[in-house]
């Protein structure tokens, strides 16, 4: 059983920037693929950046494409969110998933389904 869990969320400036980590326990963390989604008060969850288990390969949702940055360390078990010229619109709570399920491509990374496990959440708030 996987245990991940979210820090380093809070309130930032629009145009500032912030770097949320996800730290994994409990499986053998370079053998997951790792994902980044978010949810919007009143929206659905979406996502948002995904990272093959060696860090080779990354997809990112085209509103966050060339502001936001996935990384790895596969020695402290811990995913990153590099998230620069943050927007009023990037507010949600941003949740990391885990899965070692074949899933290559955008679309498999974008989907819900593959991933078998996921954290607890952390508020990110971006004010104008």
């Known amino acids: 059983q996987v245990r991940l869990v979210e820090s380093g969320g809070g309130l930032v400036q629009a145009g500032d920037s912030l770097s949320v980590s996800c730290a994994a326990s409990?499986?053998?963390?370079?053998?997951?693929?790792m994902a980044w989604f978010r949810q919007a008060p009143g929206k659905e969850r979406e996502f948002v950046a995904r990272i093959s288990s060696s860090g080779a390969t990354t997809y990112y949702a085209d509103s966050v494409k060339g502001r936001f940055t996935i990384s790895r360390d596969n020695v402290k078990n811990t995913v990153y969110l590099q998230m620069n010229s943050p927007k009023p619109e990037d507010t949600a709570i941003y949740y990391c998933?885990?899965?070692?399920?074949?899933?290559?491509?955008?679309?498999?990374?974008?989907?819900?389904?593959?991933?078998?496990?996921w954290g607890q959440g952390t508020l990110v708030t971006v004010s104008s």
């Open positions: 998933a885990a899965t070692r399920n074949y899933c290559s491509g955008y679309g498999c990374a974008a989907a819900f389904h593959p991933y078998n496990y």
């Open positions: 409990g499986g053998t963390f370079g053998t997951y693929k």
